[in-house]
């Protein structure tokens, strides 16, 4: 019986980790990807932004020392902890190099932004308004004002 009750229990968890997958993936699925409503000049544009912010963010990276990469690194101190910690400890040429490169990220979707008809305009904004209504009580949590390196 407890061999049962067992075998029950086991393969309940499994199919609903297997449908909690399965919705993810059909989340993922379901939205037209934006490439399609973009013309050649914005997928264009869109790449070299990307390859700017990874190059600002590999050179930031570099410039850690190795206390600063344990503080990114440690799974005991939460988000917030973790980025009080890193902002202390951040000398004045990391703080200049991180106000560049936020500077950046935002001249970048800016310009991004200005690039977009107005049809795009609404379909990003119902697509964004359907993928965070589908997506409700399935949130990850965390910090929105959290440092991404």
């Given at each position: 019986?407890k061999?049962k009750t067992?075998?029950?229990?086991?393969?309940?968890?499994?199919?609903?980790?297997?449908?909690?997958q399965?919705?993810?993936?059909?989340?993922?699925h379901?939205f037209?990807?934006i490439?399609?409503?973009?013309?050649?000049?914005q997928?264009?544009?869109l790449?070299s932004?990307k390859e700017i912010?990874r190059?600002?963010?590999?050179?930031?990276?570099?410039?850690?020392?190795?206390e600063?990469?344990?503080i990114?690194?440690?799974?005991?101190?939460?988000?917030d902890?973790?980025?009080r910690?890193?902002?202390?400890?951040?000398?004045?040429?990391?703080r200049?190099?991180?106000?560049?490169?936020?500077?950046?990220?935002?001249?970048?979707?800016?310009?991004?932004?200005?690039s977009?008809?107005?049809?795009?305009?609404?379909?990003?904004?119902?697509?964004?308004?359907?993928?965070?209504?589908?997506?409700?009580?399935?949130?990850?949590?965390?910090s929105?004002?959290r440092?991404?390196?």
């Amino acid at each position: 019986m407890k061999f049962k009750t067992l075998a029950l229990l086991v393969a309940t968890i499994y199919s609903v980790s297997l449908n909690a997958q399965r919705r993810q993936t059909d989340l993922k699925h379901n939205f037209p990807r934006i490439e399609s409503i973009l013309s050649q000049e914005q997928i264009k544009m869109l790449e070299s932004q990307k390859e700017i912010i990874r190059m600002k963010r590999d050179s930031f990276r570099k410039s850690l020392t190795e206390e600063q990469k344990s503080i990114m690194k440690s799974r005991i101190l939460n988000s917030d902890e973790r980025r009080r910690s890193i902002m202390a400890s951040l000398n004045d040429e990391q703080r200049d190099l991180l106000e560049t490169h936020e500077g950046k990220i935002k001249t970048l979707r800016k310009e991004f932004q200005e690039s977009l008809s107005n049809d795009q305009k609404e379909f990003l904004r119902k697509t964004r308004l359907q993928y965070h209504g589908r997506n409700k009580g399935n949130q990850r949590g965390g910090s929105k004002n959290r440092m991404r390196i």
